[in-house]
């Protein structure tokens, strides 16, 4: 009789003691030691660069931290002065303010946009291409693209605003208590809106066509379609990339630092700010870096949900060896969202119940307005498919204008001259056109050539590092069974979403004990960390849709994992690993806040610090950091216009796959 621990009972009624390779594999999975050896590198790079500084940045929370040498115990005494501050209150606020208001209106004008290109029958993909530039440039372009748009002076809104004779002075739309929080959501909404287009754009694609054709037999209006196919089916989608977005928006600190810095007068300053202010401004650092732990528990309710979603639609079932039974976790999670899920489905009943009555409504006016007349029914069907055509139209060439206005802005400002931008004529035309600013940029006074050098070099070591890393540790949990695959995965996702400024600190702390800082090496030790995450989440998606067949045929003739790996894996899903290549290149390209805290010398600037660092007083070199934005942006524009069907594929495919 077999029994399911390490003893067999033979024949005769010993126990016998079985193999300790059969033990390890009842006990670890049937893969275990295979995937140990692909996930090993994704393990050390995580848990020394995310795991280890978290467990770090808790205990310096702790801590009355002044120096970058770690300071005194001191319990719980941070949070109390953190809690009592009236700065942190409001910086919180901030943050709740600005996280809301962002994430709705990417969500109202991204969801309108991917609706009206999902219309389009032609040059669909050039539209979507024109309004993924937003999304795809560096934060630092995209801070002196605004920064210079609104400038009170000589930024093109304000003279826009002065030749229509709307106001009679420059508005300062940073400088204002009234205007600076509006001005920095817009800005995000302005920058995020592609992403939520792109991914609604392939969830309408994926709604299969016919439910909208039986919808439409039954007398179904275009509001119910929308209603009820339309919204059901990307409600997966939806849910990540609402999610997603509120993280990113509530970590946001590079654009708020560069626009305002939290001011006017504290107006803008957000809980990242605000910890930078405490760590690096006062020195505080044990308050700061509390500052930021203190937001993790919000944090991680949204982590939490997103990685229930992002498991159930990104990984197969037979890939898994435990149970899916609910964990403590999740009867917990249940129980606390119970209310909120009751309160949220009355709010829905209420909605239905008055959508109903407005949709009544308007279906007696139109009986009453048309009747039963054939020709006025046919009539009305022609005048509302044109009136629907020109609406589609119009919307569309708004919203393109507010993607792409800020980019001609960029593009006139580098070809003007001096006297021009400062005696403001033909202020939306270059007259004439010039390179003075490219040949000053590019001359002796500046080191422009030596931080794109440095940039380039960085971006190649870390997209490679990734890349290869990612292939590996997302085989590993998604192709192969073993034991605490699932926590595993669970852990990349949280280390992905670990908010910069609460990370900055420790690792500073490990980079100059190990003398990475001021040198090219400690950018390319930590950009694979902070993108290895979303590398491997991406890959795990894609490679669940590769069927399993192929990979067992090839274990069949005489494979090993291994070459499985590189000889069938791999080469199918090239498009996913352009698509983290992508992604890789453009972390490394845009990436700020580490590149600021770990380079004091000019020699190993990177494009985002150096660009930062033109930035001085309040008069500013506008031609020149125009041309240096332009310069800047061109190469990540042009790699994902190469790669822009992979880009699409990996994200859909990959990270938010329903």
Known sequence: M????????????????RPLHIRLRALLGRDWFVAYVF???????????????????????FTNTVTMTTGPFVGLRNYQVLWADPFFRQAVWNTVIYTVFSVFLKFLLGL??????????????????????????????????????????????????????LVDKGLPWFGSTQTAMPSLIMVNVWQGIPFFAINLLAGLKSIDKEYYEAATIDGASGWRCFRHITLPGLRYVLIVVILLSTIWTFNAFTEIYL?????????TRVYSILAWEYAIQSFRIGVGVAAAITMAPFLAIFIYILGRYMSAGGRREDSVVEETKPNAIDQLFNIIAWPFKMVLKGLLWIFDVVNDGIELFFEAIGKRLVGDNINAKRRALRIGKISGAIFTGLALLLLLAFELVPFYWVIITAYKGNPQIMAFESVF??????????????????SFMVWYRNTIIVAIVSTVVSIFVAAMGAYGLTRLRWRGSNVFASSVLVAYL????????????????????????????????????????????YYASIPREMEEAALIDGCNYYQAFF????????????????????????????????????????????LAGMIIGDVLPWGELMAAALLMAIPVVIIYALGNRFMVSGL????VKG
């Open 259 to 267: 626009l305002t810095g939290g001011g006017p007068v504290g107006a």
């Open 567 to 610: 000889r069938v894996i791999l080469p199918l899903a090239t498009p996913a690993l352009m698509a983290c290549a992508l992604f890789s290149i453009t972390l490394a390209w845009k990436e700020f806040l580490f590149a600021f805290v770990f380079i004091s010398k000019e020699r190993f600037y990177t494009l985002s610090v150096g």
């Open 498 to 541: 670990m908010p910069a400024i609460l990370m900055f600190i420790p690792i500073y702390q490990i980079f100059s004990v190990l003398h990475l800082t001021n040198n090219l090496y400690g950018l390319m030790v930590i950009y694979p960390a902070l993108d290895l995450p979303f590398a491997i989440w991406l890959l795990m998606g």
């Open 39 to 61: 996930v090993l590198p994704t393990l050390l790079i995580l848990g020394g660069l995310i795991a280890y500084p978290l467990v770090k940045a808790v205990y310096l929370s």
């Open 429 to 446: 035309w270059p007259k004439p056109w010039t390179w003075v600013q490219f040949q000053t940029l590019l001359g002796p006074t500046r």
């Open 112 to 165: 309108s946009v991917a609706l009206l290109i999902h219309r389009t029958k032609r040059f669909a993909g050039a539209l979507t291409g024109a309004f993924l530039i937003a999304w795809i440039i560096p934060s630092v372009v995209v801070a002196l693209t605004w920064k210079s748009l609104l400038d009170p002076v000589y930024g093109g809104v304000n003279q826009f605003l002065l030749q229509l004779g």
């Open 652 to 655: 859909t495919s990959g990270a």
């Open 2 to 17: 077999r029994q399911s621990g390490a003893l067999d009972i033979g024949v005769s009624g010993r126990a016998v003691q």
